[in-house]
Structures are given as C-alpha cells and as structure tokens.
C-alpha cells in the first residue's frame, strides 16, 4: 500500500489522532478518535514508515495515516486492504 492508495477496513478498529506504542496507554487514551466500521473506505495519506518518524518508540504493528470519514486518523495497518474495483474480480 501507498501514499493514495484507496483501501477498506477490514473490521471495526480503533483509530487515533497520532499513532500508539504498546506500552503507552496514556497516550492511547489522548489520542483516541474513535471506532471504524468494517468495510469503510479510507484513502491512505502516509508513506509506509511515516509512523516510525512520528512514534519513535516501539509498537506492536505498523501504523497508517488514513483519510476516514471526512478526518485524519491513524489505524494499524493491519486493518486495512487495498480496495478491488469490480473490474478487478474475474
């Protein structure tokens, strides 16, 4: 995946403002925006280690800056998938 790059939600995950590390929960409640739902499309605004720059501290998983729902969040990479266009399905 990649800067532009259309992708769903897989499931209903949390998405922050900036992205968390495992052992920072205060954080994590700071920078908690909310809930996703599964098969919500989201744009991606980052580069692949963007979140590494930004966090400078362990995490349990990779971290996506995504367009969601009209705002910027991050999301752990995991969560998401590249979008298939129906064109792309044999």
Do not use: C
């Amino acid at each position: 995946m990649a800067k532009g790059d259309l992708v769903t939600v897989l499931g209903g995950a949390p998405v922050y403002t900036l992205p968390v590390g495992i052992e920072d929960q205060t954080g994590a409640i700071r920078h908690y925006a909310g809930m996703t739902r599964k098969g919500q499309p989201a744009v991606i605004l980052s580069d692949p280690d963007d979140w590494q720059a930004i966090l400078g501290m362990v995490s349990n998983a990779d971290w996506t800056q995504v367009l969601l729902g009209g705002g910027v969040v991050w999301i752990q990479t995991t969560f998401l998938v590249m979008h298939t266009q129906p064109k792309d399905v044999s």
